[in-house]
Antibody, heavy 118, light 109 residues
């Protein structure tokens, strides 16, 4: 059974950095892209970027370029999403999502709430 | 920047059929955008319904179907049930970039 298990909720101050993990099981980690998706309270879903765990290559959405870093640790089958220079608008639930079919998001983590507040 | 458009809200009667659409602010949606559809209920992670235009994800009942209708991608729910009341999101692949629509809130009443 494919599982994506994310780290727990975080509370950060403005200007800080948060790093969320997504540990996978039930499939070969290096076979498929891992995406990250943001959902602000009461808002829709927004794609942030992806990592190809096989070679570490990344693609970032323009909105997050320069502030987001997505990595993959193949020794622990864990993907990470780091978001820096946090502001109140970054308060959101962040999901990791694995794409078996290359162009879609087929399995999702449970989500991690990040609250940015002074 | 191209915006992916969805109806903000839709209503369907139990047992009825509803078609939600996913368009572009400029241009037409084709299979080359590999449209996919996701269902989300409050407090839950999204669930994948359809990928690559019309392929149902594992375990998704066949009353959910995807297609291209005119210049948009479409999600049709046939025989709507109470637990279909959710938010529905489409995503389009735009060449190394994935763009979500704003979502449609479906009410079943």
């Amino acid at each position: 059974e494919v599982q994506l298990v994310q780290s727990g909720a975080e509370v950060k101050k403005p200007g800080a950095t948060v790093k969320i993990s997504c540990k996978v099981s039930g499939y070969t980690f290096t076979d498929y892209y891992m995406h990250w998706v943001q959902q602000a309270p009461g808002k829709g879903l927004e794609w942030m970027g992806l990592v190809d765990p096989e070679d570490g290559e990344t693609i970032y959405a323009e909105k997050f370029q320069g502030r987001v870093t997505i990595t993959a640790d193949t020794s622990t089958d864990t993907a990470y999403m780091e978001l820096s220079s946090l502001r109140s608008e970054d308060t959101a639930v962040y999901y990791c999502a694995m794409g078996v079919t290359s162009f879609s998001f087929d399995y999702w983590g449970q989500g991690t709430l990040v609250t940015v507040s002074s | 920047q191209t915006v992916v458009t969805q109806e903000p809200s839709f209503s369907v009667s139990p047992g009825g059929t509803v078609t939600l659409t996913c368009g572009l602010s400029s241009g037409s949606v084709s299979t080359s955008y590999y449209p996919s559809w996701y269902q989300q209920t409050p407090g839950q992670a999204p669930r994948t319904l359809i990928y690559s235009t019309n392929t149902r994800s594992s375990g998704v009942p066949d009353r959910f179907s995807g297609s291209i209708l005119g210049n948009k991608a479409a999600l049709t729910i046939t025989g709507a049930q109470a637990d279909d009341e959710s938010d529905y999101y489409c995503v389009l692949y735009m060449g190394s970039n994935w763009v979500f629509g704003g979502g449609t809130k479906l009410t079943v009443l």
